[in-house]
Structures are given as C-alpha cells and as structure tokens.
C-alpha cells in the first residue's frame, strides 16, 4: 500500500511479536500461551511479507526479482503449514492432560523438575 | 565348458547352502531327510561333473583367469572377483568335489540319527563353497575370504554338539589357533601390497593380489632382496602352519576330533588342512626366493612328521590316532613343499585325501557300530561283524604305510611317499649357510615312515582283530552327549556292553569306503606313472628342484621306503596280532614312561595351553586391573563426578515451570540483543 | 493532506493502516489480557482477520485468503472447539494470581520492544514499498504462488505435508482414549 | 449506464454493487420462509399458513371506491413471514443473568455476518461493471474462508448463553462444520482444476462452452454445465449435502436438534436476536443457492443450450435462436434465471427436510469422513487424470481415462472399506428396530445354544 513506509508494518509485527512473549510468560492457561505463540508466529508471517513487498535492497534482474518477492510467501505458507500441525498436536496434548488431571494449569505440570 | 564357467563349481554348494539353511528343516518335516541329504549331495557332485568336465579341458601349464566382476576398488588398489582355472586349482577342486561329495553321502547315513540334520548339511555345504573359494579365488585377497570361511565352517562343525563343554572348548581352540596363523597370513598380505607398491612397479590395473600379475612382479621384485622374501615367505608359512596344523600349531587339531566323524573325514583330512600345501604351492616362488624359509618349512615339516607319529602311539582314541597320523602326514608334505618338490607335495595331498578319508570313515563305521565308543581298547575282533569296513580299512592301511613294490605296483602312498622322500633327499634348495636341511628332513620322513606303518599296524589289529572279550568284558558306560542329541531314536544308542552285536554300515556308508578303498589302491599307480600328475602340474619343471633321485646312497630309495613299510606292519604284527599288550592296557599307570608321555603330547599342550590361558589370563587380570579400573575408569568417573556435583549445582534452576523457563529464555535475548545494541552503537561512533 | 509526521507524508492509505494495524494490537493485547479464554480466542480471531486484511494490502491476495482459511476457518474453531470441550470459559480453572513473574516479564517483553524498535524502525521509517507494475502485481495470485510452490519449492512442500501427516498421526493418537 | 457507473468513485461502485446483491437476497428471505412452509404443508397433505394477507374491502363503507367494494383479494399468506417477524420484535428480549454479555450479543451479528458476505464473489449476471462484487481472481477460496466463519455465530452463541444444550448445540455444529469444509473445499477444487481458475465469473464462462469440450454436434449445441459432466455430477451432489449441514438445515440440524437438546444453541435466545439467527439461515440458504447454480449450474443461463452456435449453424431461424440466446444468457432476465435456479435449490432444500429424518450424529461423522471426504478426493483425482488425458490426448481419451479411473478409483474405495468393515462401528445393528425380531432368529439362538467348554 503506497505511503506508508515499512517500519510500520514491521512495528505492528514487533509489537505483536512482543505481546505473544509476554503473554507466553504471564498467561497460565495452556491454551492461550497456545494462542500466544500462534501470534507470533502471526507477527513473523506479516514480517516476512512486508519484507517481501518492500524490496529494500535494489535486486539485478527481473527473475531475481520475482525469486525474491517468492521467498517471503513461500516461507509463509510453510510457517502456516507447520503452525496448524502444531496446533493439532499441542491441542491433543492438552486434551490428553486434561483427562489424566482435571486442571490445565500450567504451573502444575511441574513433574519435569529436577 | 571352458573355463569361464567355473562359477558354476561355486554356485552349486552356495544353492545347497541356501537351500539347506532357509528350507531345510521344512523339507525335513515335509519330504523328510532322504530327501534332505540328496539335497545336501546332489550340489556337491553336480559341481564335481561341472570340475571334472573343465578339468579335462584343462590343458598342464595353462592358466586362465575368469573374471566375474569388480569387487573392491581402493585407491590404486583393486581387486576383482576372478576365479583361477589350472592345474593346482583343478586338482583340488576335483579333492573336494569328489571326496565331498563320498563324504556326505556318508554323513546322509552316519547323521541319520542325529538331531539338526538340516543345520549339519548347512555347514558342510558351506564349508565346501568356502574351500572352493579358497581354491579358486584367483587372487590373495579371495583366498583369503575362502580361509576365513574354511576356518569358521571347521569352527561350527567341531561344535556341532555344542551341548557338551568339551566340543565347544576344542571348537575354541580350533578357532584361536587358527587366528593366529591367519594373523600371519594377514600381514603376508599386507606385506605383499606394500613391498609391491615400494617397488614402484605399478601392476597391470592395480591388480596387486591377482596370481597372474602379483606371481611375476614378485619374482622380478623379490630377486633384489631375499630378506623381504624371507619375511614373506615365514609369514605366509605361519598362515599354512595355522591352518595345516604344523607343529607349534597343531594343537587344535587332534581336539577337533571332537566334531562327528564325517567332519573329521573332510575338513581336518582331506581337504582344509591341506590348504596350506596349496597356499604353499600358490606362492612358490616366493618360497624359491629363500632358500632359508624353504629350510624352515623342511624342519618344521619334518619335527612335525617325527613328533606327531610318536605321539599317535600313545593314543588310544582311534579319531586321535587318525588325528595324529594327518599332521604327520602334513609334516610330510610340508617337506616337500620346503624341499621344492611342491607337486610331490599336492600329490600326497591328493593320495593322503583318498586313504585318510577311507581311514576316516573307516573308523567312524567302527564307531558307529559300537554304540560312539571311540576307544580302541574297547574293540576286538570286529572283522566278523563289519566285513567290508575291515577290508576297506585293510586297504587304507596299506596305503597310508606306503606299501608298494618298486617298479611294479604300489598303494596311493607309495608314489607320494617316493615322490616326497626322493625330493627331499635330493634338492640343494632348503640349506641355511650349507647345512642340508631339506636332505635331513628327507631321512626323518623316511624315519617317520616306519613308525607310520608300526601304529597304523596297531590300530587296525587292536580294532579288527583280536577277541571280543574287551568289550564284551566292560561294564555300561554311557556318553554325556549323545543322551541328548541322539535322542532321535535313543534305543539304537544303548550303551557298549556285553550282550552289544555291532552291525554292518548301511550301504550309504561303506559305498564310498568302498570307492575310496578303489582310489587308493589304484590312484597313486593311475596319477604317477610316466609322472602324469607332475608334468600336468608343473610341466616346466620347478626351478629349485634338479631331479627326484631314486638312488640318494647306491640302494634304490624303493627299497629303503618298502623295507620301512613292510618292517613297521611285521614290527606291529609281532606286538599285536594277539590283541591288547599287558601294558596298554585301561590302567594306566603300568604303561611305559614314554608311552605316558606321548599319550600327554610331551606336555607340549600342556605347556601351550597353561602359558596361554593362564598367563594370558594374568595379563588380562593386569591390565583390567590398573589400566582399565584404575586409569581409564577414574578419568571417566571423575568427569562423571564433576559434572555431576555441576548439575547438582544446576538442578535447582530446573523447577518444572515452563513460564519460568521462558522468562530465562526472554532474559537472554533482551541481555544478548541489547549487548549487541550496544556494541552496535560504539561501533557507529 | 499533506502535512508530515517525522519526515513521513500522512497519507490516507496511512491513516487506513494506522486505524486497521491500531485494532489488530488492541486485539493482540486483549489476547493477553483477558482472563477469559474465549474472549481470548475471539481477539485472535480478529486479530488473524486484521492480519489477512494486511496482506491484501501487502498483495499478498492468495496468502491473505489462506490466513482466513486456516486460522480464522480451522485452526482457531479448534481453539474454541478444545476451549468448550475442557470448559474453560471463565477463570474458573486457572487461576491467574498475579506473581512476580509477570510483572519481570512484562518489564522485558517492554525492554525487548525498545531496544528492538530502536535498533531496528529508524531505518525502515523511509522504506516505500517498490512500485509494481501489471506482472509484478500478479505474484500474490494462486498462479504465481502455485507455480513457484509446485517447482522450485516442492520439496520443501512435500516435506511440510509429511509433517501434517504425521501431525494428524500423532493428534489422533493423542486424542482417541482406545485406538 | 454502464460508463455512468464506471466514472464513479470506485468506493461508489463497491457500494452500488453490494446494495444490487443485497436487497435482492434480503427481499428474498421472507418469501423463502413463508413458501417452505407452504410447501411443506402442502408435502405434510395440510394447508399451511393461508390467511396473513387476505384482504376484503367493506361493500358499506364511502372510502373504498366502487370497483372495489366487496372484493377480496387472496396473497395465499404471503405476508404471513412479516407477521411473525413483527410478533418477534415486540416479543420481550429476556437476557438470561448468567451469560457472557458482550458474547451473548455479537453472536447473532456473526452469524448473519457470513450469510451477507459470502455473495460478494458471485455474478449474478453478465454485467461486469455491476456484478460481482469484487471479481477477485481468489473468488472460490473467499467463499471457503468466509463460509467458515459461519461456525463462530453458532459456537459463540452456545458458549456464551451458559447453558448445556446451548454449549453442546454449539460443539456439535462445530465439529459438523469442520468435517464438511473438507469435502467442500474438495468438490470446489474439482472444478477450480476443470476450469483452471478461481473466479466465478470465468467459470460460468467456462461452463458456455461447447459440452465435454467436444466441438461437434451434437456436443457443441449443448452448454458445458459442471452438473452434466460427470466429475461434476459427482462434486455437485457432494457439494449439496455440504451446503446443508453447513447451513444447520435438516437432515444435519443436529445444533438444534429439538428432541435431544432444546433448541441448541438458540435456546436462550428471544426475539430479535432469535430473528437474526433465523433470517441468518434462510439467507445463507438463498446465497448457497446462488453459488450452486453459479458453479454447477451454469451461472445465468436458463437452459444449458447455445443458442448462439445454433444461430451459426442452423441459421435459417437465425432470428428466433438469437432471441431465445438473448433470453436465455446475456440479457437482463440474467439475475431472474440466476434466483429462480437459487429457488430451485431452497425447494429442494425443503423437499428434502420433509422427505429425510434427522441422522445420528455418528452417522453424521461417518458420512463426512468416510463417505464424502474419499469421494470428493477421489473426484479430485479423476479430474486430474481427466486434465492430464485430454492435454496429452484429446478430450475423446480424456473421458474414457476419467470412465477407467473413476472405475479403479470405486474399487479400491469398496476393497479399503471392505477391509477395514470389522472395526468399523456396524450402523445396522444399532438402528432401533420398531417391530419385533422375526421368531426364527430366537429359535434358533434357543436351539443352539453355546458349546459347553470340555
């Protein structure tokens, strides 16, 4: 979109990156760190998008421009992909805690301690 | 059939062996074994028409490599899977075929109340794949792999009942001794390569093992320096001694008695153990090289002869007694080998394969008939029972005493004997600085010739003739294994006493003594007239050896071998024509001294094995002790230690709570990013 | 309007971002703060959505309608589907007693932010996005993705799809009490 | 017109388009509704709602003008939708105590949401500058992504009303409407690869073309309808048991399934926001109709005939097949052709509610996923065998390679299920039996009974 300059876009995935972070940490529900890290990766999808718009460096040819505005989808896509996959599993795992003990507070699934 | 289908020889025991190993216990259950040992036969002398068929297309002198294809390529070293088609490999690949093939027909009968039928054929065949391989692989490395095979195959049939200690311990020994001589084959070898790539001189396509380049560039190679030939040449003889069983590594040998009797027939017979005379004949120009190495093998053969014959009087296991007679018929061809008459020596290791394998299974006809008791004390008489076993054996006997009246006939051994014993006593070749000691040995054979007849003379009187009141005297005693792996049809297996009536082998048994009694009446007269075998093997002659001397001393040679003959069976008669002596008898202790002391193998055993065993068991003890618990063992505990008391330093931080965890990880990266930011800005300014 | 902030011209399309990309953080930090989960998921909804709005804006068209498909269509009702099915609407399960840890991570997720921002935004604030003419438009179409997905990234692409498999493998396995 | 539009604003132009699209399905609710119910009442052998609508003019009084005294004009109940929406709306909006307020209220909003939204990519006729709304080349992939939005309103409302039913109402329509995406997605795709694009409006071009891509008569004389080709017969049925339980509608009314949970996930819920809901499903109804016979059905075409090459080749009616192409394709009788096709599809929507009980929601699951899922698949690939065939070959080969594979294809799904039959819940024997067992089977069971273990 023209006129708005690229640090915009990369703040908003900052901040977002950020929020996910700090959710991740704060928030004890399983379930919504889930969420948490689905934003960031959110965040980093738009990065790489706005990356992929606004070529910064100035690229040779033409092929290799088109190589370049690709990459950052493609790397997209995967990232979606992976995302869902994790989603499946993750939530399975919740679920399967959560019929082993009645409560999915992440603070007492502490049995890994040393 | 020319020689490139030589593989067929090799494909057809690998087949059996395959068959025998993935679908022999079904077929047992389903067609049952008849069906079973045919198979376990058929590929053995199927290989033995295909052998004959190229054997005849074999002309004396030609040799013919077949290549089947690549099979490792290193740096400039490579080595092709090829098979060598001429006389030597020829010969023995007839030995094998057609002496196997007797023997498992034989093994079809003797094993037919055994247990594992299936897992015996498995063996044999492989073994004979692997000797085949021996014999044909047409370069170092091939023979190599068919050694390694003989020795595990001979490994896995001496414990075939490995229910019982004593087989598996004597299979052991088997194997360790044979280490030994394979780890000197190995740096022979070794050495090989290396000298040939120091040469410089660079074999045809990196063939360095092949015969038909490595022969040649050794023989331009080795002229320069006899040392390296030297070295080679022990080496290489170690190897042979391992396997051959040449004295200070015979010792597995008469342990390996231990395996059923067709075992002991083919492999510590006819066929394995005399793979170091091939070895030897193999590389015979190395041995031509040195005149010193040649020497050594002349006396190692030589003591061996003498040693083993001595001691066979103090056997009274009638395997042992065979056992023993085979290294001192080894030593004898390893006199050859040594004197330079190398075809004499593949001679009597073809005439020794004919009559020791009758010999062998003569004896196992023995022994099966009396209930697997194995100790000639325990026989008498048995000519009554087991006619065609007494006349078979009869024949063996003569043969193995060299038994022949000069210019007219003779048994098998006579030509061989006369063929080694004339080499012997001629050639200058085995000499260190002038001592003849290829001709000393030849006089110790003819020696050993003697004694040979005289205890040959014994057994065939303590087992055949005599009366039956030993064994009808004894009291039931029964043999630990054969409770259980005979336990097939337990009641053929009662034990050895009184009211026991041996019963004539079956025909699948005295079938081939009988084919073998033909071969060595007839096969020594057949392979030596017009010195047929000498000039198929080596029709150029041998360059270390003039002529066989008839006459070494004026007096024909004949007659010194006949008197030794006749003299040792009239010597043996006179002491045991009426059966067991007084003092050989069970008890023991009013045997002669010497007569104890070869029954102990002069301690020599003894010697070896408690030096081995329990000083090396010391060592070991040693070197666990300080080296491994001490040393090696406190290094590793003690960073085991530290880095334990590090994580118990650490474990506090591990408190199970993923939010703390990931505050650490968050720590880090603001620390880490905000250094470099930092770091950054300095930079800028 | 033409009147600059920081060297930057404001433009509508500027002030369209500013008001789409503002909705999208106050989502992302309800996603944060609200003590309920489905209130949660619901600000994640709209925040995936905002997003998918971003890449259109971004050309990104194909990309834009996959983020709809996949987070907003399945991924999230999978959130709420779970949420519903362990019930844990309100904060009737977890509670969520404030610790220290929450405020030290607030306090670095802050300091990330800045020193990041810092390090990073002033030189991105001049970046004007290339100008694309009519082929180039075309790269956020499915043709285009489809063919660089389905040529020199197809490896990648079928190593992703074993990854779902086993993703779904393993989620059953996890899920089924008795296979 | 068409250049006065074109000079607007393009906001303008959005906004012109989505009022052309909208009014038309939003008038069109009511006489959905009320045309169900007559049409269910007359399938149901009763009269239904008659009288909302009869109006008789007074034969006394001076205000009715003289022609129309006395008369009275029958709308067959017309107005009787109008009528009920009136009695919801001064019904009282009771909000239970316990619910998630802010929840409680935007979900009817977010179920509405998808019903207006999912058109946008639809043409309704051959006026581009009009229609569709945004004729964007994702069009198919918007109307996956925006019909999944549809299960938000219905989770949300189960949810946020605290309520049993309602919450299992909710995870019920959500799983439902998980599992159909899936094949729906996968019967769109079939015809996204026919085609070879994702716009609409290219497939109903697409679907003007000569029948089966054969260019000789008789096939050339006949529109390339998806539903007449076979992968596309076999996507449209799976495309339409789809569209009904993504819109709730019986036999998938599971989330409302009255005699198990009350009303589902509208139990809470009273007058007006219980009137968006239901303006919500028959509007989706409507918008699912127009995206049936855009991508199955040739779009704005009233008969799959084409007039035009018939003008060419038989043109001694010249006139009169021109004409009938004017009629039948591009004229402005297109939208009427393209919501009298979307009717067809809601009566057989209502036929097929008076005709089906409702399924067990087993039976559901297993329809989605063993049933509709392999088969949409399995279309996918015949289609792709069809696309590689006819590009290698030439279309005669293609079909007789989609006849093959679709052949193959069945008999690997019959041997798959064939084999996996034991472990697979047997539906039969669960089905509730109204009459007795026939006496045989007991006899039998008395005559042999177990053996005795010895």
């Known amino acids: ?81 992976v995302a869902a996959a994790e989603v499946a599993v993750g939530l399975g795992i919740i679920m399967a805690i959560f019929r082993l003990r009645d409560n999915v507070d992440i603070d007492e699934m502490n049995l890994l301690r040393g | 059939m020319n020689y490139e289908s030589i593989w067929l020889v090799l494909l057809f025991p690998i087949l059996g062996f395959l068959i025998q190993a993935l679908l022999g216990t079904r077929i047992e259950k389903t067609l049952g074994r008849k069906v079973l040992g045919g198979l376990a036969v058929l590929p053995i002398a199927l290989s033995f028409a295909v052998g004959l068929v190229i054997t005849l297309g074999t002309k004396g002198g030609t040799s013919n490599t077949a290549t089947i294809g690549q099979w490792i390529n290193a740096g400039n070293l490579s080595i092709p899977f090829e098979f060598i088609v001429d006389p030597l490999s020829m010969t023995m690949v007839l030995i094998i075929t057609g002496v196997g093939a007797l023997i498992h027909l034989y093994a079809t009968g003797y094993m037919s109340e055994e247990r594992e039928y299936a897992r015996f054929f498995t063996y044999m065949n492989l073994f004979i794949a692997s000797m085949l391989l021996l014999v044909l692989g047409a370069n170092l490395l091939l023979l190599y792999v068919g ?242 076993t007494f006349w078979t054996m009869v024949v063996g006997t003569l043969a193995i005493c060299a038994v022949g009246i000069p210019g007219v006939f003779g048994f098998a051994g006579f030509y061989s004997k006369e063929a080694i014993l004339g080499g012997a006593l001629a050639n200058t070749h085995a000499q260190i600085n002038g001592v003849q000691l290829g001709q000393i040995s030849g006089w110790v054979g003819l020696g050993v010739a003697l004694l040979t007849s005289i205890y040959m003379t014994r057994l065939t009187c303590l087992t055949f003739l005599g009366s039956e009141e030993r064994w009808r005297a004894i009291p039931a005693h029964t043999e630990e294994h054969h409770a259980e792996d005979h336990a097939e049809n337990s009641d053929t297996h009662h034990a050895l006493d009184e009211n026991h009536t041996p019963h004539e082998v079956p025909i699948s048994m005295w079938l081939p003594l009988v084919v073998l009694a033909l071969l060595s009446i007839g096969g020594g007269y057949f392979l030596a007239n017009g010195g047929a075998f000498e000039h198929w093997l080596y029709p150029s002659g041998l360059p270390v050896l003039g002529e066989v001397s008839t006459e070494p001393t004026g007096i024909p040679l004949a007659m010194y071998s006949m008197i030794a003959a006749l003299g040792g069976i009239a010597l043996g008669l006179v002491f045991y024509l009426k059966g067991l002596p007084k003092n050989q008898g069970f008890d023991e202790s009013q045997w002669l001294g010497l007569r104890r002391a070869e029954r102990d193998q002069f301690g020599f055993d003894n010697a070896v094995t408690v030096a081995a065993v329990d000083g090396g068991g010391d060592i070991a003890r040693g070197l666990w002790k300080w080296v491994d618990v001490a040393l090696i063992d406190g290094i590793v505990e003690g960073f085991g230690k530290i880095s334990g008391g590090l994580g118990e330093l650490m474990r506090r931080w591990q408190t199970g709570y993923i939010r703390l965890y990931a505050l650490m990880m968050l720590l880090g990266l603001v620390g880490l990013i905000g250094f470099f930011a930092i770091v950054f800005q300095r930079g800028v300014r | 309007m033409n009147q600059t902030v920081g060297g930057v011209a404001v433009t509508p399309e500027l002030l369209m971002f500013g008001a789409i990309a503002g909705a999208a953080a106050i989502c992302a930090v309800g996603v944060v703060a609200f003590n309920n989960a489905v209130r949660s998921a619901l600000c994640l909804v709209v925040n ?118 086993i993703g779904i493998v393993g989620s059953i396995l996890l899920a089924k009490r008795r296979i | 017109m068409a250049d006065f539009v074109q000079h607007l604003h393009p906001a303008w132009q959005a906004l012109i388009r989505v009022v052309l699209f909208v009014l038309p399905s939003f008038m069109l609710v009511p006489i959905v509704i009320w045309w169900e119910r007559r049409l269910l009442g007359w399938m149901q052998d009763r009269i239904g709602p008659n009288r909302v609508g009869n109006i008789t003019f007074s034969r006394t009084s001076r205000f009715v003008p003289s022609l129309l005294k006395g008369k009275k004009f029958k709308l067959f109940g017309l107005l009787q939708p109008m009528a009920d929406f009136g009695k919801l709306i001064f019904k009282e909006d009771i909000t239970p105590t316990a619910v998630d307020r802010l929840i409680y209220f935007i979900a009817p909003g977010l179920a509405l949401f998808p019903a207006f939204a999912l058109g946008a990519t639809i043409p309704w006729g051959p006026y581009p500058w009009l229609t569709p709304v945004a004729d964007v080349n994702i069009g198919v992939l918007y109307i996956m992504a925006v019909s999944s939005f549809g299960v938000y309103g219905i989770v949300l409302a189960g949810y946020a009303s605290d309520n049993k039913f309602s919450l299992m109402g909710g995870l019920r329509s959500s799983a439902q409407l998980i599992s159909y995406e899936l094949a729906m997605g996968m019967s769109l795709a079939c015809i996204v690869m026919a085609t070879g694009s994702l716009k609409p409006s290219a497939m109903v071009a697409a679907q003007s073309g000569p029948l089966w891509g054969l260019d000789y008569a008789p096939f050339n004389l006949i529109q390339n309808w998806n539903i007449l080709t076979p992968y596309g017969l076999v996507a449209a049925i799976i495309f339409a048991i789809c569209m009904i339980a993504e819109t709730n509608r019986p036999p998938f009314d599971l989330p409302e399934a009255e005699n198990e949970l009350v009303a589902g996930y509208h139990t809470e819920y009273s007058s007006v926001k219980f009137a968006t809901f239901f303006m919500a499903e028959y509007l989706s109804i409507i918008v699912y109709g127009i995206i049936m016979s855009t991508i199955f059905m040739g779009g704005w075409h009233l008969l799959p005939i084409r007039f035009d090459v018939m003008a060419a080749n038989y043109n001694s009616f010249g006139d009169v097949w021109n004409l009938l ?19 067809a599809v809601a009566s057989s929507y209502i036929w097929i509610r008076a005709t089906l009980p409702r399924l067990r929601y087993d039976q559901l699951m297993s329809l989605g996923w063993k049933s509709l899922l392999p088969f949409a698949t399995a279309n996918l690939i015949v289609v792709a065998i069809w696309i590689v065939a006819t590009k290698v070959a030439n279309p005669v080969i293609g079909w007789f390679a989609v006849v093959v594979s679709a052949a193959i294809l069945y008999a690997l799904y019959k041997t798959i299920n064939r084999l996996n039959l034991r472990n697979r819940p047997n539906l039969a024997s669960r089905t509730v039996t109204m009459v007795d067992e026939p006496p045989q089977r007991r006899e039998v069971e008395l005559v042999d009974p177990a053996p005795a273990p010895t």
């Open chain 4, 325 to 343: 192409d004017t009629l039948n394709g591009s004229s402005l009788l297109a939208p009427i052709w393209v919501i009298a096709k979307a009717c």
């Open chain 1, 1 to 81: 979109m023209n006129g708005v300059p690229l640090a915009a876009y990369i703040g908003l995935g900052l901040f977002m990156f950020t929020t996910g972070v700090v959710g991740v940490i704060v928030r004890k529900s399983p379930i919504v760190i889930f969420m948490c890290i689905e934003l960031m990766l959110n965040s980093v999808n738009l990065t790489f998008l706005a990356f992929a718009r606004y070529q910064m460096v100035p690229v040779a040819s033409p092929e290799r421009l088109q190589h370049s505005m690709m990459a950052g989808q493609m790397i997209v896509i995967f990232v979606m992909a």
């Open chain 2, 147 to 388: 050694w390694e095979g003989v020795g595990l195959c001979s490994y896995l049939l001496i414990g075939f009942w490995y229910k019982d200690l004593a087989n598996a311990k004597a299979a052991n020994k088997a194997f360790i001794v044979n280490r030994i001589g394979d780890w000197g084959l190995s740096l022979g070898l070794m050495l090989i390569v290396v000298f040939l790539l120091s040469q410089g001189n660079h074999v045809q396509d990196g063939r360095y093992l092949s015969y038909d380049t490595m022969l040649p560039a050794l023989q331009n190679g080795l002229a320069a320096n006899p040392a390296m030939a030297t070295a080679i040449a022990l080496l290489l003889f170690v190897g042979a001694a391992g396997k051959s069983a040449q004295f200070p590594l015979y010792i597995w040998l008469p342990d390996a008695m231990a395996g059923p009797t067709p075992v002991s027939a083919l492999i510590h017979a006819a066929t394995m153990v005399t793979s170091g005379v091939v070895l030897l004949n193999r590389m015979h120009v190395v041995f031509e090289m040195s005149p010193v190495a040649s020497a050594i093998v002349c006396v190692i053969g030589a003591f061996t002869a003498l040693f083993a014959a001595l001691i066979a009087f103090g056997q009274t296991d009638i395997k042992k007694v065979l056992a023993y007679s085979t290294v001192s018929q080894l030593g004898f061809m390893f006199i050859a080998c040594g004197a330079g008459a190398y075809w004499a020596g593949m001679f009597h290791v073809t005439t020794h394969a004919f009559f020791k394998a009758l010999l062998f299974l003569g004896a196992g006809a023995v022994i099966h008939a009396m209930a697997h008791n194995q100790d000639m004390r325990n026989y008498g008489n048995l000519r009554k029972y087991l006619p065609i």
């Open chain 3, 48 to 165: 995936f959505f905002l997003l998918a709005v971003l890449y259109f804006t971004l050309n990104a068209e194909m990309l834009g309608i996959t983020q709809v498909v996949v987070y907003t269509g399945a991924i999230m009702v999978l959130f709420l589907f779970v949420v519903m099915l362990l019930n844990l609407g309100g904060s009737k399960l977890v509670h969520e007693k404030s610790d220290w840890k929450k405020f030290v991570g607030i306090l670095l997720g802050c300091g990330l932010f800045v020193i990041l921002g810092a390090q990073i935004l002033p030189q991105l604030v001049h970046v004007q996005p290339m100008q694309l003419d009519q082929d180039l438009a075309k790269f956020g179409g499915p043709e285009a993705i489809g063919r660089t997905l389905f040529t020199e990234y197809a490896y990648p692409f079928e190593a992703v799809s074993v990854l779902l498999l």
